[in-house]
């Protein structure tokens, strides 16, 4: 996140960060369901590489009806790892929404605010891993809800072990206590449509 008290990315007011532009978002999905069992790839090019879970993706703007390749490539993958917790919908949508105000859904470089980094702009100084491990996909949504051993921060199933009953804005902000909760609740729509895109057809990582 951007610090304690992070700078989130916009959605639809001005960023204080000149270069971000606005966060465009589609319509709601209707919701699918995660299968469980086997961990390779549900698809031929979800290669889930150390190359992949490292590189870093500098880019600008957010648009759910037209995602880049990394867009799409870490949407699934985030649906993949929650699938592999045996987590359902709501921890993804609250993941998805997270991942979209902090970074547009990128492994983002460099850092926006002091040391944050990757897709949940997680800061070393705040206890969320090293440098490397906030820049590392699966270390940072393992981080980020809260079942990982090498961060030190609450994650989501430590400050929301009831998430589930909660607005899905409100438990995102209770993880990452953002100077501006409003805007994880105006990216439900395109956490829910990516779910509706993405759910059925990734397979549970589990590595």
Known sequence: MLGSRS??????????LPRRRTLLVGALGA???????????????DVWTEE????????????????????????????????GHGLGRE??????????VESWLRNYEPAVDLDSGGLFQQRPSMGWGTAAQ?????LA?????GLSEHSEAPGLLQVVPEY????????????????????????????DALWDRFADSVVPYTA
């Open 141 to 145: 949504v393992d981080a980020f809800l």
């Open 91 to 100: 921890a993804a949508r609250i993941t998805l929404i997270t991942a979209i």
């Open 164 to 191: 589930e009953a909660w607005d899905p804005g409100a438990a995102a902000q209770a993880v990452q206590a953002s100077a501006h909760p409003e805007r994880y609740h105006e990216q439900i729509p395109a956490a």
């Open 7 to 16: 700078t989130a990315l916009v959605a639809s007011a001005p960023s204080p």
């Open 52 to 83: 992949f879970m490292t590189r870093p993706e500098t880019r600008e703007g957010f648009d759910v009806n037209a995602l880049d390749s990394w867009q799409d490539q870490n949407a699934r993958f985030i649906l993949s790892v929650i699938a």
């Open 134 to 138: 906030v820049r590392h996909k699966k």
């Open 31 to 45: 919701g699918a369901l995660l299968g469980l069992g086997v961990t390779a790839p549900a698809r031929a090019d």
